[in-house]
């Protein structure tokens, strides 16, 4: 399937995101762990989230979902699950199979994650390694690196273990394999990285505390909360790139999550004089939200590396997009974990920008662009990777003739509304 996308005469219109996708992982998974029962609306339609609800019910848990909602209501398992008769299939999700592996870590039982043949090529050994540390039987293929994982788990004490990097999932994967070890578990971390997890925690009745860089968890019991999920960062930074670099355009996008962990793309943007309105911003289950509103501007090139990094990651394709029209060149580096994701996101973003004459050069952590503020129609590939197929999407907005994009359907494992939403907003 190929879709086919020309750019409108004008981008305008109101939309809601997709629920935060990593909000909805840890709000699943955290409930599930809990004592008591949860009433969870707005998650993600994704098919990484359905990756994880799949899990949950092999393991035990009582998941409830309201036909044609994105709502659902979830029975706590106390702490204890049931061994699963069946391979746990992690499908396409990262954040599924990692976050899993620390939770099956802290119990007595055997179990096997898996995925599809992208997740099966990305690295494990840096949660496989504190895990085993804590007390886990971890094997992997591939020296211990690559899924699928056999985790026999139960018995865990803490540890002190300095981060690799700067993850979420590793980090979150960690804390919750702490909450069933004996004595508190010790992360130095690198830099910041989203903080959904330590959150949700003190919401739930969990402390975990902040020294510095250094996080702090003490073995505890969960309490279910209802949460409603805010909209997806990630996902709304297509639209706000779509709508800037149009020249009519004017975007609203309601109720979307601004934690300070996700919002570098809003810094980064601003930085490159993007005019974005941040407005009628609140607190909602103790994480910020606002509506975001984006208009037609125009943009300077800028340097993007150090701490920024992190919290931008997923974000780093579009935001290329954007550089192709700004003023001057802009320069990624230290991202070379952009090659560990669904595809090896600095190849394959310059492949497929360079197809459509952005003045794009890869870098072994990065890329650089020349902004020419013009792309030319022609043929891509998502190459199976979401990320990909939305921000080719994007492109087609804004090209002087038409795109056709090879496997658009990946943009349903965080965005299955994506194909029309972006019809929605197109007006002739």
Same mark, same amino acid.
């Given at each position: ?23 909805? !992982? ?51 398992? =106390? ?10 299939? %992690? ?63 139960? %018995? ?39 903080? !959904? ?47 800037? %670099? ?93 090659? =560990? ?32 503020? =013009? ?10 990777? !979401? ?39 197109? =007006?002739?």
């Amino acid at each position: 399937m190929a879709q086919q996308i020309r750019s409108p005469r004008t981008l305008e219109g109101v939309i809601t995101v997709p629920g935060d996708k990593s909000i909805s !992982h840890r709000a699943l998974i955290f409930n599930a762990m809990a004592t008591g029962k949860a009433h969870l609306s707005g998650l993600s339609t994704g098919s990484d989230v359905r990756s994880t609800i799949r899990c949950l019910r092999l393991l035990g848990t009582n998941i409830e979902t309201i036909p044609g909602t994105n709502r659902v209501f979830i029975e706590g398992r =106390k702490g204890c699950f049931d061994e699963s008769r069946d391979i746990l299939d %992690c499908g396409n999700s990262g954040t599924t199979m990692r976050l899993m592996a620390g939770l099956v870590a802290g119990q007595p039982i055997l179990s096997v994650l898996t995925g599809d043949e992208s997740l099966r090529s990305r690295p494990m050994r840096r949660i496989a390694k504190p895990l085993e540390e804590m007390g886990a039987t971890v094997i992997a293929s591939n020296d211990g690196n690559l899924p699928p994982l056999v985790i026999k788990g139960g %018995c865990l004490h803490g540890i002190e273990y300095t981060l690799p990097i700067a993850s979420a999932q590793v980090k979150s994967s960690i804390l919750l394999a702490g909450l069933k070890a004996e004595g508190p578990t010790v992360l130095h971390q690198p830099a910041l990285s989203r903080d !959904h997890t330590e959150r949700m925690f003190e919401s739930m009745g969990v402390s975990v505390r902040q020294e510095g860089m250094d996080l702090i968890v003490c073995p505890g019991n969960l309490h279910a909360v209802d949460i409603t999920i805010p909209g997806d960062i990630s996902s709304a930074a297509f639209w706000l790139v779509g709508a800037i %670099c149009h020249p009519n355009a004017e975007i609203r996008l309601n109720n979307v999550g601004v934690n300070p962990g996700r919002t570098g793309i809003l810094e980064i943007l601003e930085r490159m004089g993007a005019n974005i309105l941040v407005t009628n911003e609140r607190c909602e289950g103790g994480e910020p939200v606002a509506d975001l509103i984006a208009r037609s501007g125009s943009l300077d090139g800028v340097e993007i590396d150090g701490d920024l990094i992190p919290r931008v990651l997923d974000e780093l394709p579009i935001l290329a997009l954007a550089a192709s029209f700004a003023k001057g060149i802009t320069i990624v580096k230290g991202a070379q974990e952009l090659r =560990k994701k669904e595809s090896d996101r600095i190849t394959t973003t310059v492949k497929q920008l360079s197809r459509l004459g952005v003045l794009i050069e890869e870098r072994n952590d990065g890329f650089m662009i020349k902004g020419s503020g =013009k792309l030319s129609g022609g043929q891509v590939s998502s190459g199976g990777d !979401h990320r990909l197929a939305m921000c080719l999407g994007i492109a087609g907005l804004l090209s002087s003739d038409q795109i056709t994009i090879e496997g658009d359907d990946a943009a349903v494992v965080s965005y299955p509304e994506f194909w029309e939403h972006l019809a929605v907003l197109s =007006k002739d």
